[in-house]
């Protein structure tokens, strides 16, 4: 049985707490509701179509006409032989190729630089006629000439000064990347047992690294990974071995320098049987008043040997110019659990890439995302989880905000479910706040079912905040406005409540608070579908 | 102050025992009698509180006809106890009462303190003094206890002309109340019921009824959850907030709660209506012959009813 509908049962116990379902693919846009008294979005009958919810009934966006779409191979087509067929990657390649006095690199980075630049030659970036980025327009970030500063340029004071300023109290490691490239001066891994490696490829067990640099991204990464394998200048390596479990966090900060427009952070993470270990990645601004558009293109590449845990957080706080890609592949041995937890917040364009692969039984897969879109904003969660083996659980929840008329969130979460997985228990919800008129979200939360065997519940809800939290406020005194209010701040708190770490919590409130100050946070915002 | 919609009532009591009178409802001749045996101190019933009559009520979504008919009276001082089935109605009387938006009440009237209690906003009656304890209290993560009780706390005082409180100042109100609960103080830094067990959530909703020092509580199922060292804490806690011009209103499923928390009143729901009601008696024949106890019970009362009441 083929299908990506939702288990009936549950979207009703859904609905009877007050949401809205959505099967499919659909966007959404807000519009003030005349009324005084909450809203829901009550909708029904929406065919698995593309829906976009829209400004008011009649009234259709015109940016979300459908556009035909171009597969991969018609992307590449047409590849001049011999020289570079995208302008783009041509200038990067021309500004990242090794110069004469440039230090050699480790053979595994070397050997994955050879490689990936020559798979650009033949690539093009993706445009909005691709499917997959249909709603994201990378072409701003193509338009920033890409622009590598040398180390000495960089300000090792100010660079400190933000390091200092974005601290993990109990983390057992800090590990600081400037422009990708890992500081020896600003790290420390002191509180690392000796078992496990935390630091540069430069100082790692290079053969055991080399097997697995670059194996995901080749076969599972976006072209933007493809960039990062080409451009990396080093690569942050965590090697937990068997059985060794690291009790307290692992935490990378990502400054840019501010002299260079792009760089390419790289993080590969290996965790042998058994073995767990938190990594917390945190990208950041290196000044609060820093507005020199620039591109951070990361990539994460994750290793879990049977058994092995990985707690996978990652925050981006960058400022409001950055070009934030980022990609993260997970292979999950039998047993194994890889759990994220994301806060995304700064960027001006912005989108993680997730995908994980299961490689044996009963892994447990657990994906939480809290975006907040602010003015000019855009953030995207494209998540792909293929499930191919008995047994295993997934879930994934999606909260995003969107708090300004030109702010809008992407989020594609595919979960397919194989003839294989048998008894899989799968869960995925997506809620959505839009706070103003056209605030726009463009969701497409697919689980899909090939086994016969499984329990899955999927949502997505639209627009509201939970009748049950607001109704308790009230019931206690507290008017709706203010009981709104607090919702509305809170509304990540499910998700960021994760992470124990008073510092990062703070960080990550005084970026909504600062969000959502100016924002009138209405009665309630009706949305409506409008077909595309 | 509020004028009671009834007159006061004389009535006799025995100094000291559990005081028993007339409720209002179906008045029986045997309880009076049984009274005027007592040593007789006059004294005045408190002042009407709530006064529910003939309420019926649908949910506003499906329009299934819920509630068909509701009558109680609950006067200052008073316990009195909801029994019933599951799906009897209880908890859908409770969530009318502080106007929950699932439920639309299409006909009869709540005055609440003399007040028309169906034309107040639901924060309008919290404020007021009405207070109900959720059967199951919903999570707010990222909410901390203290912001979201203090939030309330400074709702009722404002109500009351009373000043608002800043954070330290509510922290020295409301550590007294904790310790009167016999509360770990750490539940005030803990996000609004998240991650609560079934048990802490219940002394969640007694921490909120002691800081909003409610006129009247109705608590649904307090006692679901809980085991019996935790039941004989909240009952505790329970007996210590009740004041002379308070009253509560339990809605329970067992006989135990009330053996804390005695009442003088017990009522039984069926299909939406209060069908019986009477003195704790009535909590010990449901508790030895079930709902069939009670039903032989009413007609044996009905056979032997006075042709000339
Ligand atoms: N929000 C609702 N939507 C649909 N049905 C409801 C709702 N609330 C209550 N009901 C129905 O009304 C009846 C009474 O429920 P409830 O008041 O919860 O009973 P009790 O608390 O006595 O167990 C039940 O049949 C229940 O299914
Ligand atoms: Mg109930």
Redo the contacts with the bound molecule.
Sequence with gaps: MLGHLPEVASQQAYR?AGQHFVPGPACFSGRQHPGTLPQQTRKGGLSPSLQCWGISGGQRSPRLHALPVLNSSAVTDGAAAGGTEDKWIARVLAEFQPSDESPPLPYPLEAMQTECTSALRTQRMPTTRNEEYRFTDVGPLLQIQPQVASPLDVDGEAVAAVSEAHSIKVAAAKIVVIDGVVSDQLSSTEGLPHQAFVGSLRDAPLDLMAQYLGQQARTRGSPFAIVNGATAQDVLCVYVPDGVHLDKPIHVLYIPSGHSTMAAPRLLCVLGTDAAAEVIEEFVSPATDFSTPHVTNALAEMELAQGARLKHGYVCLEGRQAMHMKGTLVRQAASSTYKLTEARLGGRLTRQDVNVAQEGEETRTEMRSFLLCGDRQLHDLHSKLRLEHPRGTADQLHKCIVAAGTGRGVFDGNVRVEQKAQKTDAGQLSRNLLLVPRATVNVKPNLQIVADDVKCTHGCAVSDLEEDQLFYFRARGVDSATARRVLVYSFGAEVTTEWPYQQLRDRIQSAVDLALANVPIMESIESEPVEV | MYTSSLHSRHCHIQRGAPFWRPLGIRQKHTRWCKMQRFDTVRVFAGEVLLEVKDLEAK????G?M?LRGVNLTVREGETHAIM????????????CLVGHP??EVTSGTVTYKGQNLLDLEPEERARAGLFMSF?SPVEVPGVSNSDFLRLAANARRKQLGQEELGPLEFYGYVMPKLAALKMNPDFLNRDVNANFSGGEKKRNEILQLSVLEADIAVL??IDSGLDIDALRDVADAVNSLKRPNSATLM?THYKRLLNYVVPEAVHI?EA?KIIYSGGIEVADILEQDGYEGIKSRMREEASKQPVSA
């Design positions: 009877q | 949910v506003a979504e499906t299934q819920i019933g089935t599951n799906g009897s109605g209880k908890s859908t009387l409770s969530k699932d439920y059967q649904d199922e809605v729901m939406g």
